[in-house]
């Protein structure tokens, strides 16, 4: 069987031309939107072009994700999840289920940051 990177073989193929079509239009046509500063945050940091981009529209998603959620709009300046963190307090429909995982004996493992 064929592996592959982060997606499993039946991933949704629209979905992630859509997603990484968003990152690209954010760092090719967007120079001061936030976003595009975390991509050069990694870059700078030396993760090669190809991953941050995917980090970026893994990002994306997030965002997208929320505000589907949340019924919310998209603001800038709001701030966001930290990369490599599960974003747990920012999204208190999360923080309901991770409290009920807690009480059955699975929980978050992103972080060993202290929860409520």
Known sequence: MQQTRGLCLTHNHHL???????????ITQHPDEPLNAAYQRW????????LAKVSLARKIAAIALVMWKTE???DSSKPRPLPG??????????????RSATRAGRGCSCSSR???
């Open 72 to 74: 919310e709009e998209y």
């Open 114 to 116: 202290s929860r409520p």
């Open 16 to 26: 992630k031309a859509i997603f990484k079509g968003a990152a690209t239009t954010v």
């Open 43 to 50: 870059l700078a940091a030396g993760t090669k072009p190809n």
């Open 85 to 98: 963190s599960c974003g747990f307090s920012a999204l208190p429909f999360l923080r309901r289920r991770w």
